[in-house]
C-alpha cells in the first residue's frame, strides 16, 4: 500500500529556515506534489506544489529530486505564526474506483521565540 | 476563510445512527472533495465529486456514502454510526477535476461525536 513519510515533529526558532522531508516512494509518474499547513481547529491550507525540481512561491520552496520519490518543503525565515502541522499530499492511481489522495501523517513544527 | 462552507459545526449522536453532513463549495468549483481526520489515522481521503459525478473514491466504508447536487453543493451520509467513526470531517473544493493537481481550499469542518 502506498503512503508518505514524514517526520512526526520539528523543532525551530524564529528566523531560521525548516527544511521538511516527504518520502513517497511510489508516487506515479503524472502526479503533482502538494504541501498543506493546518492550524489547529481549521481545514488544511494549500501552500506550495510542484512535479519536479524547483518550486518558489511568495511564502516557500519545494524541492523534488529527479526520481521524485521524496520532496523537501523548505520555510524561509519562521516566525511563531509558522507554527501548525504540515502535510504533504500525493496522489496514487487517482480516479476511478481505486485511486486515492494520500496525505502524510504530518510534521508539527513548534516555532520558538 | 477560504470560501467552503460545511455544516454543522459540531454533530453528537449516537451508536447505530445516521447523520448528513453538508458542504458547499467556493462560488465556481467543480469539484468537491470529502476527508477524515482522527487522531491515528491522519487526513484520509474518502470520496470526490465533479459536477455532480463521482470522480475518485478512497478509504470509504461501504456504510457511507455521498453526492453532489446540481447546485454543486454535497452531502456526507454516514449510517450505522459506530464510536470509531468519531472525526474531523473536511470537505474541501477546487475548480477543476485534476484532483491532485488542483489546489483544493478546504472547509472549516465538522466535528462527530460518536457515543
Known amino acids: 500500500l502506498a503512503k508518505t513519510t514524514q517526520p512526526i515533529s520539528m523543532d525551530s526558532y524564529e528566523g531560521q529556515e525548516v527544511n521538511i522531508t516527504c518520502s513517497h516512494n511510489?508516487?506515479?509518474?503524472?502526479?503533482?506534489i502538494t504541501w498543506y499547513q493546518q492550524f489547529p481547529s481549521q481545514g488544511p491550507r494549500f501552500i506550495i506544489q510542484?512535479?519536479?525540481t524547483k518550486v518558489t512561491n511568495e511564502v516557500a520552496s519545494l524541492f523534488i529530486p529527479a526520481d521524485r520519490k521524496s520532496s523537501t518543503l523548505s520555510l524561509p525565515r519562521v516566525s511563531l505564526s509558522d507554527t501548525a502541522v504540515y502535510y504533504c499530499?500525493?496522489?496514487?492511481?487517482?480516479?476511478?474506483?481505486?485511486?486515492?489522495?494520500?496525505f502524510g501523517k504530518g510534521t508539527k513544527l513548534s516555532v520558538k521565540p | 476563510d477560504s470560501g467552503v462552507t460545511q455544516t454543522p459545526k459540531h454533530l453528537i449522536t449516537a451508536t447505530g445512527q445516521r447523520v448528513t453532513l453538508r458542504c458547499s463549495p467556493r462560488s465556481g468549483d467543480l469539484s468537491v472533495y470529502w476527508y477524515q481526520q482522527s487522531l491515528d489515522q491522519g487526513l484520509q481521503f474518502l470520496i470526490q465529486?465533479?459536477?455532480?459525478?463521482?470522480?475518485a473514491k478512497g478509504n470509504i466504508l461501504e456504510r457511507f456514502s455521498a453526492q453532489q447536487f446540481p447546485d454543486l453543493h454535497s452531502e456526507l451520509n454516514l449510517s450505522s454510526l459506530e464510536l470509531g467513526d468519531s472525526a474531523l470531517y473536511f470537505c474541501?473544493?477546487?475548480?477543476?477535476?485534476?484532483?491532485?493537481?488542483?489546489?483544493?481550499?478546504f472547509g472549516p469542518g465538522t466535528r462527530l461525536t460518536v457515543l
Open positions: 499530499l500525493v496522489a496514487v492511481n487517482y480516479g476511478g474506483s481505486q485511486g486515492n489522495l494520500i
Open positions: 465529486y465533479y459536477n455532480g459525478e463521482e470522480r
Open positions: 510542484g512535479y519536479k
Open positions: 474541501a473544493s477546487s475548480e477543476q477535476s485534476g484532483g491532485e493537481s488542483d489546489t483544493q481550499y
Open positions: 511510489n508516487i506515479a509518474t503524472n502526479d503533482y
